[in-house]
């Protein structure tokens, strides 16, 4: 390698690295210090400021208590913070601190592409962020610790102590979505910015998330060879082995033995998509669901309600 292309090398690398550290500056307005739990520092996004009012996103299992919550400032002052509500499944607790002293993050619009450069962001000792860069290297599903899933981004940084309900950010410094290591056993993971958007909206409607029923158990199935070209030639589907009585799929006209093909238009490959595409915004909507009956393909139309056992964690 020439002496001049090493000098460009060098010159690119500084260029990156100063990029993300203007991303880091932009977004670190954003983060605050948890105290949430004994000897277990922590990070919260601040998700929105309406007046007075903050609303904070960070990691369920960092919060141990439900009283005498606070958050600590960059400048090191201490805000009680308030319990509103978690989302177990995602690991996702939401705060509410009372304090106009808070800018809110940016978010990304779009989903996160494999191979992104990105970098975790955490303030667990709260005068100064802390930073972590690499690469995005997975995007799906997947399946945790006590049968828990979900649609996750998957990094190869570092999630230093601490860093658990900070964000992941982009080099404009826009969040993509919130780190938690309370997940899985591979170390950290990200909820995606609009699962977040989702919680958060819920918890502090509800107090819980809500998510859409239609009332079928289902597992995976290959789909027939000469049965493909009639559904775009996926491969697998749904078989439908349980209906709830007096469910959406019941009054639908679903019956066991049906394969579900695609809800709304997104392919059923897994019963985990099913689960993730039932998200609490479908509640009350029509939904057209195709698939295949007797290897004929067909098409019905479902409006999902709220899950019946909705409100447990």
């Known amino acids: 390698m020439s002496a001049e292309h090493s000098n460009q090398n060098q010159g690119q690398n500084l260029q990156i690295g100063e990029i993300f550290a203007d991303a880091v500056e932009r977004v670190a307005p954003g983060t605050v210090a948890v105290h949430g739990r004994r000897r277990l520092p922590a990070t919260g996004t601040v998700w929105s400021v309406d007046g007075g009012n903050a609303v ?27 319990l509103v509500g978690r989302d177990l499944s995602r690991d996702i607790a939401v705060l509410r601190a009372e304090t106009s002293a808070l800018a809110p993050i940016t978010r990304r619009e779009g989903e996160a592409r494999v191979g992104s450069m990105v970098m975790a962001v955490g303030r667990p000792w709260a005068v100064s962020p802390q930073a972590s860069f690499g690469t995005v290297n997975a995007v799906g599903m997947y399946r945790f610790r006590r049968s ?8 190869d940084v570092t999630m230093l102590p601490g860093f ?3 964000p992941l950010i982009d080099a404009a410094g826009s ?10 056993r591979w170390g950290g993971v990200t909820i995606p910015v609009d699962q977040i958007q989702r919680v958060a909206d819920d918890i502090v409607a509800y107090g819980y998330v809500r998510s859409a029923w239609i009332g079928v158990t289902v597992q995976p199935v290959e789909l027939p060879a000469q049965s493909r070209d009639q559904v775009d030639g996926q491969e697998t589907g749904l078989l439908v082995s349980g209906i709830a009585a007096d469910s959406p ?13 695609t809800l709304a238009g997104q392919p059923l ?40 056992d909705q409100k447990t964690s």
């Not at 960070?58 to 600590?72: F, G, N, P, W």
């Not at 828990?148 to 990094?155: G, L």
């Not at 799929?249 to 579900?260: C, H, S």
């Open 56 to 82: 904070i996103v960070t990691a369920s299992h960092v919060i141990e208590r439900e009283e005498q919550l606070a958050i600590r400032l960059h400048d090191e002052t201490r805000v009680p913070a308030t």
């Open 175 to 184: 969040v993509m979505g919130i780190n938690t290591s309370g997940l899985g």
């Open 164 to 166: 658990s309900g900070g």
């Open 269 to 308: 490959t897994d019963p985990l998509d099913l689960k993730h595409l039932l998200g609490g915004d479908l509640i009350g909507t029509s939904l057209d669901i195709a698939g295949l009956r007797g290897g004929a393909a067909q098409t019905v139309t479902v409006e999902p309600v709220e899950h019946p």
């Open 148 to 155: 828990r899933s979900a649609f996750v981004i998957h990094a």
């Open 249 to 261: 799929a019941a009054q639908a006209g679903l019956l066991v033995g049906d394969i579900l093909v």
